[in-house]
Each structure stands twice: as C-alpha cells, then as structure tokens.
Nanobody, 121 residues
Framework: QVQLVESGGGLVQPGGSLRLSCLASGSIVSINTMGWYRQAPGKERELVATITSTGSTNYADSVKGRFTISRDNAKSTIYLQMNSLKPEDTAVYYC???????????????WGRGTHVTVSS
C-alpha cells in the first residue's frame, strides 16, 4: 500500500506565498510523473503542474511564472512553491503520482486527500 499526503496549505493574503509538500510513503522503489492539481468550489479539477522522474516540468498557463514545482526523489516528495498568489488560486490542491513502482506491487493513478489554499484579504 502506498499513500500520498499533502501539507502546507492555509490562508494567505493576495500577493503572498505558500509552499506545498507531498510525501509518498510505503514500499516504494520509484515513481513516474508526479504533479499538482486543484479544484475550486463549483469547478472541475484542473492541472497545475507536473514533474517527471528526471525533472522535466509542465505548468498550466495560469500559474506560469508564479508557481514552481520541484522534486526530491530520495525523499519521494514533491513541492509546489506558490508566489504572487491571487484570489483565483483558492482551491483544494491535490497531489498525484501517475505510477508508483513498489517492492511487490505497482500502483497507478494515485491521489492524496488534498490541502486547502485560500487567498483572501
């Protein structure tokens, strides 16, 4: 069994910064692409950013230049540094790992439970 746990969400004023973390735990050998998605109230879940096992990144246009995704493979952790936050960034942010290779089993389409980010004055 593997688990993704997000942390770092909270309330921040417009223009502020937050850093989200996502830790993958369990009997993990390696992880393919990981990423952050978000879902605002009344809207569908959308891609924020992804990062491959070799560090290639992809961002939604709405966050380019403001958010940075990074990864520490040794810690099975990804991060999302969010700067210049806007009220429209308010959402639940979810961590995803498309495929986790475990010692005995492989796991596909893995999701965390989410962390709330609220941008408001």
């Amino acid at each position: 069994q593997v688990q993704l746990v997000e942390s770092g969400g909270g309330l921040v004023q417009p223009g502020g910064s937050l850093r989200l973390s996502c830790l993958a735990s369990g009997s993990i050998v390696s992880i393919n692409t990981m990423g952050w998605y978000r879902q605002a109230p009344g809207k569908e879940r959308e891609l924020v950013a992804t990062i491959t096992s070799t560090g290639s990144t992809n961002y939604a246009d709405s966050v380019k230049g403001r958010f940075t995704i990074s990864r520490d493979n040794a810690k099975s952790t990804i991060y999302l540094q969010m700067n210049s936050l806007k009220p429209e960034d308010t959402a639940v942010y979810y961590c995803n790992a498309d495929k986790i290779f475990g010692r005995f089993f492989d796991y596909t389409d893995n999701w965390g439970r989410g962390t709330h980010v609220t941008v408001s004055s």
